[in-house]
């Protein structure tokens, strides 16, 4: 396939990074020193130029495009470049990226000509609301319309011996579950029966929804459900989660030190009790009992203040922190500085984005562990070799089918059930083997 | 128009005074126009007279007096531009109310015998007409001509009418209800800008108004026709229809209501309830159909469920007490509580007469009052509704002092500088009651009127509140006539000010106004 993509920032690398490999790239950016960095790592074509010009594009060669992607950090340049894309490349596919979640309004209203518009803070808000579904979680994706998980877990020292030390065929594998890999260390396994759970892994589930919530119970024994959230800073992104999670019936706090955006954020949103406030005073926390909150996530712009007013909280008693990582060695670096979870919004984008690159059967994937797996959602074939067998009797080859969605239900099968032609599975793979996967089914 | 032709018509435009900040020839050529059609409003009391072969001069001479002052004042600042702004609407409001009452009270001291044509006693007798509230100083009704006594209902309507645009148009304007707290305002087609607008929703609620009125006319005069109520004429049905929608009070009945049947209670209760409620939410629900909205209104909420607790309330000590039974004590109950809440003073029954305890209850209906946007005078609910909820906040903000909470009223954060008019509005309005009841007192106690503490309080509320009624002898049944000329003109006082929900005449007191 031929990609066509504007803005080489973050997030630009990142959809670089994950699809190079299969497709013909062409990257095309305002500023030569991004571009070097990406040709140096990367396979790709190059091109210095402007999106928001017409002629920049078609000379940069758009109308072959079969999937233009505008990922500037700039709302206005993707828009432009959006509505050029589909004057230009009738044929392609056009999808921007966007910051502003009246955009997304917009598009659904069908009054943007773009076929797909990706938000980040949208995004953004979903994994955490997906994070603070299962509370043991590292990262969750949901497939399916909701029905089907995957989440990745790390497997504490708490965790119930049910599970852990006993080899997966006598565990106590909670219902409609399936354990995909488990991680040790740099090694991925697909698990066999004889395979053991040891404290220090992390393991990968594909099961309902229900069935997630019993492993977070199993994994980390002591971590309820959330009620309610502190979330401090309320800009976009912040405000965005705040009415994710609002909407899920979770009591929201918000934390904001302008008493303007404050004031503008109370209006809007009548659920959310607003504080003016730094969040780093510790009369305040402690008047406020922030500490008994069920989670923090830690919204603002600065990433330093984040990683402090984290371990702040964290002093002050809060058990659950998830923290917003503008740049991608924060993750690391919250992670080191004891936040549970990090979400970097750019890299939640991305992952929407490559969605859109796969082969048209493929209806989502997610990436785990910093790109190196891929979970596929994936139509069968009607010529498909794995059609009429039996799940015992499939082939092993590096991937693992943990769903079957079968007339808009989700199954989870068992060893003597059979796919049919039109089913829609949910694979775990290599990133590597991703295409291959692919093909094969 | 360009900024500069804007300046330069400003240059031109003649200023007769350096210092003054208010456009005083403006106002008077808008108040002389407002004459020259008010004068017009004879003719119907004239219909009546010649009706019933009465006298027409008093009312001829009070209109040719009114019409032709209003020509003369409107003739003398014809070349005045019209700069009516914020700052003029003020003086107009205040000015127009007072000139109002003034030509109300006309036809009284031609023909209004011994009980009407001591000017101070006309003059309480319209401003009580023309505010809607409802204070007389009659006390033989029966002596009466019947166009003087349809003039006075027929005041009330006319002051309803304004009262339509003053709440809807004026007021919101000059930032004194708020235009949020009118969040209802009548939606239309957007006409060239603002004041086109506020011309369809006035035209429209008097189209409303004047629908209700005679819908209660019809329905009041049927039950005359039917042999329902005998007593119940299509002049009486005319008569009380003229004064329940602008919640006035005016009855041509010594003893109120209480002279009709109880089927005529219960409709005139209907129409009270429809005239206490705000105008623009009730032609949503009865015109354009949209009942959902009225029953989501906060303000309608609040102002149904005080009239069901007011009401059972009343009715619960009115049958305990032993003063009505049943049906009787569920009417009475509800009528007064709705006629006291409505600021409109009707009566079934002389409340006057009462337990201390029945007193109290009714005293302290008298600050409610009606819903904003309406006829209805007092503090209204809606300012009680958003006075609550800033005490609210201001507890959870004591215990949590970074916490930002916007209020809300149906469901939009209503701006603060409202709710500081607001608390403004309550201290300067509990400041003109106690002020009032204190000269009511003083002066009834030295020349030894018989108006005790209570009655004294409740005189002074029931006029700023454009109740009507109050207790003692001047009860429901009773007459002010009995009041020294201070407390007169006091209530006259306090009935203006609360009628224009006080800050506009406040306003006009101090300094800044005035001076540039």
Same mark, same amino acid.
Do not use: K, P
């Given at each position: 396939m031929k990609i066509f993509l504007i803005g080489a920032g973050q997030v630009g690398f990142a959809i670089v990074e994950a699809l190079h490999a299969d497709h013909a790239i062409t990257v095309l950016d305002t500023e030569p020193s991004r571009l070097a960095a990406l040709s140096e790592r990367y396979d790709v074509v190059t091109v210095e130029g402007d999106g928001t010009s017409r002629q920049d594009l078609v000379r940069a060669g758009v109308r072959d495009a079969d999937l233009v992607i505008a990922c500037t950090s700039r709302d206005e340049v993707n828009l432009v470049t959006g509505m050029f894309a589909r004057a230009e490349a009738r044929k392609a596919t056009a999808v921007i990226r966007t910051s502003n979640v009246e955009y997304v309004e917009l598009w659904r209203a069908g009054e943007l000509d773009v076929d797909f518009v990706v938000c980040s803070e949208l995004e953004t808000a979903h994994a955490i609301s997906r994070i603070i579904g299962v509370p043991a979680a590292r990262q969750t994706d949901v497939f399916a319309e909701g029905q089907v998980q995957i989440v990745e877990f790390e497997v504490a020292d708490g965790a119930s011996p049910d599970m852990v030390g006993v080899p997966l065929r006598e565990a106590k594998i909670p219902a409609d579950s399936k354990v995909a890999a488990i991680i040790r260390g740099d090694r991925m396994l697909l698990p066999g029966g004889d395979e053991r759970i040891e404290p220090g892994d992390r393991i990968v589930v594909i099961g309902s929804p229900q069935a997630a919530q019993a492993w977070s119970a199993l994994l980390a024994p002591g971590e309820e459900t959330v009620r309610d959230a502190v979330i401090y800073g309320a800009g976009r992104v912040g405000t965005a989660i705040a009415h994710v999670l609002i909407e899920q019936g979770i009591g929201v706090r918000l934390i904001e030190s302008s008493l303007e955006r404050a004031r503008a954020v109370a209006e809007s949103l009548p659920g959310a009790r607003v504080y003016h406030a730094t969040g780093v005073d510790p009369d305040f926390l402690e008047r406020e009992r922030i500490? @008994? %909150?069920g989670v923090a996530i830690f919204a603002m712009r600065d990433d330093a203040k984040n990683l402090y007013a984290a371990s702040l909280a964290k002093v002050h008693g809060v058990q659950f922190t998830i923290g917003i990582a503008h740049e991608p060695i924060s993750v690391t670096a919250f992670e080191q500085g004891g936040i549970d979870v990090s979400v970097n919004p750019r890299m939640v984008t991305a992952e929407e984005i490559i969605r859109f690159a796969h082969d048209p059967r493929t209806q989502q994937v997610a990436l785990l562990e910093g790109n190196r797996y891929e979970v596929l959602d994936v139509t069968l074939k009607d010529t498909s070799e794995y059609i009429g067998k039996r799940f015992k009797d499939m082939p092993v080859r590096g991937a693992l089918i943990g769903a079957v969605v079968r007339n808009g239900a989700a199954l989870f099968p068992h060893r003597d059930d059979v796919l049919q032609a039109g089913d829609r599975v949910i694979v775990f793979t290599e990133a590597a083997d991703a295409p291959r996967v692919v093909k094969a089914l | 128009m360009s900024p500069d032709a804007r300046n330069a018509r400003r240059r031109q435009s003649p200023r007769r005074s350096t210092w003054l900040a208010v456009d005083v020839a403006a106002v008077v050529n808008l108040v002389g126009t407002l004459g020259k059609y008010l004068g017009l409003a004879v003719l119907l009391p004239i219909a009546v007279a010649l009706w019933y072969g009465e006298s027409v001069w008093p009312f001829l001479v009070a209109g040719a007096l009114t019409s032709g002052l209003g020509l003369a004042l409107e003739r003398a600042t %014809?070349? %005045?531009?019209? $700069?009516?702004?914020m700052r003029e609407g003020f003086l107009v409001v205040a000015v127009t109310w007072l000139l109002a009452a003034g030509f109300a009270s006309l036809p009284y001291l031609f023909a209004g015998g011994a009980q009407l044509s001591h000017p101070i006693d006309a003059y309480f007798e319209g401003m009580s007409g023309f505010t809607t509230t +409802? %204070?007389?100083?009659?006390?033989?009704?029966?002596?009466?001509p019947r166009s003087i006594a349809m003039w006075r209902q027929f005041t009330q309507w006319l002051g309803g009418m304004g009262i339509i645009v003053l709440a809807i148009a004026v007021l919101p304007r000059l930032r004194v209800g708020g235009r949020q707290l009118l969040e209802t305002e009548l939606p239309g087609p957007?006409?060239?800008?603002f004041s086109e607008r506020i011309r369809s929703t006035a035209r429209r609620l008097w189209v409303l108004y004047v629908g209700l009125t005679a819908l209660e006319t019809l329905a009041l005069a049927s039950l005359g026709w039917l042999g329902i109520d005998d007593r119940m004429t299509e002049y009486e049905a005319l008569a009380h229809a003229f004064t329940t929608m602008p919640s006035g009070g005016f009855s041509t009945q010594a003893t109120s209501i209480q002279a009709f049947s109880a089927a005529a209670q219960w409709i005139i209760v209907v129409f009270m309830l429809l005239a206490g409620a705000n105008f623009a939410l009730v032609y949503r629900g009865?015109? $354009?159909? @949209?009942p959902r909205i009225v029953v989501r209104d906060e303000e309608f909420r609040l102002y149904v469920a005080l009239l069901l607790v007011a009401s059972v309330t009343l009715t619960v000590q009115v049958w305990s007490y032993g003063f009505e039974e049943g049906e009787a004590a569920l009417r009475a109950g509800v009528f007064q509580t709705v006629s006291i809440v409505t600021t409109t +003073?009707?009566?079934?029954?002389?409340?006057?007469?009462?337990?201390t305890l029945l007193l109290l209850s009714i005293f302290a209906l008298m600050f409610v009052g009606g819903s904003a946007g309406s006829t209805s005078g007092g503090i209204k609910v809606v300012r009680h509704l958003l006075v609550g909820r800033v005490l609210r906040r201001e507890l959870d903000q004591t215990v949590s002092p970074e916490l930002v909470m916007p209020i809300r009223l149906n469901g939009v954060a209503v701006d603060e500088r409202t709710l500081r008019a607001i608390a403004a509005f309550i201290l300067l309005y509990i400041g003109f009651w106690a002020v009032g009841a204190a000269a009511i007192a003083l002066e009834s106690a030295l020349g030894s009127v018989d108006v005790g503490t209570l009655d004294a309080l409740a005189i002074s509320a029931s006029a700023v509140g454009n109740v009507g009624p109050a207790f003692g002898i001047t009860g429901p049944m009773g007459s002010y006539e009995p009041l020294g000329d201070v407390s007169k003109v006091t209530m006259v006082a306090l009935m203006w000010a609360g009628r224009l929900e006080i800050i506009p005449v406040v306003v006009l007191l101090t300094r800044h106004y005035w001076r540039l």
């Open positions: 500490g @008994q %909150a | %014809a070349n %005045a531009a019209a $700069r009516v702004g +409802g %204070a007389t100083v009659v006390t033989d009704f029966e002596a009466l957007e006409i060239a800008g009865l015109v $354009r159909l @949209q +003073g009707y009566a079934t029954a002389d409340f006057a007469t009462w337990s």
